[in-house]
């Protein structure tokens, strides 16, 4: 009797750090999960690059390992992409690149974005194609490369993010999705074209970039080569995918305005959808980007480092904690939460205002008899505040957020959720799942594949569970009465 296989999905979630190739079957259960680190580079301070062939030979790696771990259990009936953003790869015809991937982290080209703004160039981009330059996306980056390595620069023929040097890698095609496009910054908005004109400031032509299409499409098949590596003895088709935020939004079903993402590992995000990609009706410290859906754009902005700010005051004032009982050093996240429960909302007066830029902040209107948990706790609040803000300028913009999901490491601290719920006045969302890129790549493989006839009933398939955290009415209230001295402490310091 012949054994009947089901049908799978493996997903390639190719983040900054970590790679990972998670499969899933038609029915949204997870079948099994393949992960390693991804290293970073710092050649110069303030640099921060990847080697493309390293990360093209651990994706290679990856696949191989989920198709052994799936032999003979299920077929496998698409490969799908979920991609860092913002990184550019400079290649050769051949797609070999030409220089290191330069990420979206680097630093260098802070004086040349620097100088847009004070040109007004800046806000010149931002008009066309909904982002303010920052130093590390494409834009900068190529011009950077023209201005500085005029040889590198010349010798490349096309410009690439991480999915489309994926993409040609496993299939020989040159192809990229809106979500990424939009991520370099030479795409004029609401169009699904690039901009010339962003182009030439850049010192490139729109033909050196990858032909745009939509997320959910069929983008080619892995090559020949590629199945034999892999032990194939049938081609699968590879599909577009998108940028691994918009895929996690996805995955979360944030489909519609009234609900945002907080995306809150090193560095915190706050997102929103809106279905006008009108620049001038968002806040003016916000950015517009395609989404993975059609007719849906995400508003984001960077709130700051938050999260490497609390990774640095745990290791300098917890690391040695130790329990009065017994002496004995004591796990320091245990030791946080323990001595969190004398502390009150306010946090004695004292507050945190985080950098903008940047880690660290700076307490204020500090007593003697404030505690290090108390000094933690406001370091919370103060995060939450600057969500509130934000929250704040999008209702503002008409972009409301009544459910704010929570992902990332911050979202496992449960004074921190709830901090932020009380603070926001709004309910906070959880899930335990950690795999949301890759969650959100098979659900366009779903589509591209027509496996299901409409995107809500791919999204009800492989259906995310919730975790609601309400905000207590009485700590709304006294967060409500402390907020504005928040705002006017950080006027005073912004001056």
Not at 25 to 47: C, K
Not at 192 to 210: T, V, W
Request: proline share 6%; with cysteine; aromatic share 8%.
């Amino acid at each position: 009797m012949l054994r009947v296989l089901k049908d799978a999905i493996l997903t390639l979630d190719i983040g900054t750090t970590v790679a990972k190739a998670v499969l899933f079957d038609l029915q949204g259960s997870e079948l099994a999960v393949h992960e390693t680190a991804i290293p970073l580079y710092t050649p110069q301070p303030g640099w921060v690059e990847q080697d493309a062939e390293e990360i093209w030979q651990t994706v290679l790696k990856l696949m191989h390992k989920a198709f052994t771990d799936i032999q003979g259990q299920a077929n496998v009936v698409a490969v799908s992409l979920a991609t860092q953003g913002g990184s550019v790869v400079p290649v050769l015809p051949n797609g070999q690149a030409v220089n290191p991937l330069i990420t979206w982290m680097d630093g260098r080209t802070q004086p040349l974005v620097r100088e847009w703004h004070e040109n007004g160039m800046a806000e010149h981009i931002r008009s066309i194609c909904g982002w303010t330059p920052q130093p590390g996306l494409p834009l900068p980056s190529i011009a950077w490369l023209l201005r500085y390595k005029p040889h590198n620069f010349d010798l490349t023929v096309r410009w690439l993010s991480l999915n489309d040097f994926l993409i040609h890698r496993l299939t020989g095609e040159f192809c990229t999705n809106p979500s990424m496009a939009g991520e370099m910054l030479l795409l004029e908005m609401g169009t699904g074209h690039y901009s010339d004109e962003l182009c030439s400031i850049a010192g490139i032509r729109s033909q050196q970039l990858s032909p745009i299409l939509p997320s959910a499409s069929i983008v080619g098949f892995l090559k020949e080569d590629i199945c034999r590596l892999l032990d194939l003895h049938r081609t699968i088709p590879l599909i577009n995918g998108g940028q691994d935020h918009c895929c996690e939004a996805l995955a979360v079903n944030m489909t519609e305005p009234n609900t945002g993402l907080l995306a809150c590992g090193t560095a915190w995000v706050i997102n929103a959808v809106t279905d006008a990609p009108l620049v001038n009706a968002i806040p003016p410290q916000m950015n517009v980007n395609e989404h993975v859906i059609p007719d849906r754009w995400v508003v984001s902005q960077f709130l700051g480092a938050f999260g490497a700010t609390m990774e640095w005051w745990v290791k300098q004032i917890w690391q040695n904690h130790t329990s009065r009982n017994n002496h004995n050093h004591m796990d320091r996240f245990a030791a946080i939460n323990q001595a969190l429960q004398t502390t009150e909302p306010g946090s004695k007066g004292l507050f945190f205002l985080p950098q903008p830029v940047g880690e660290g902040g700076s307490f204020l209107s500090m007593q003697l008899s404030q505690t290090c948990a108390d000094m933690t706790r406001a370091i919370m609040e103060g995060c939450a505040y600057e969500v509130k803000k934000a929250l704040w300028y999008l209702s503002n913009s008409n972009l409301s957020v009544e459910r704010l999901w929570m992902i990332g490491g911050a979202s496992r601290s449960a004074w921190w959720r709830t901090i932020l719920a009380n603070v926001t006045g709004i309910q906070v969302l959880l899930s335990p799942y950690s795999h949301g890129p890759a969650l959100g790549a098979a659900i366009l493989a779903c589509q591209a594949l027509g496996i299901h006839s409409t995107l809500r009933q791919s999204l009800e398939i492989f259906k995310v569970e919730e975790q609601v955290v309400r905000p207590v009415p009485d700590q709304v209230s006294r967060y409500q009465e402390l907020y504005p001295t928040y705002v006017s402490y950080a006027r005073r310091l912004a001056r």
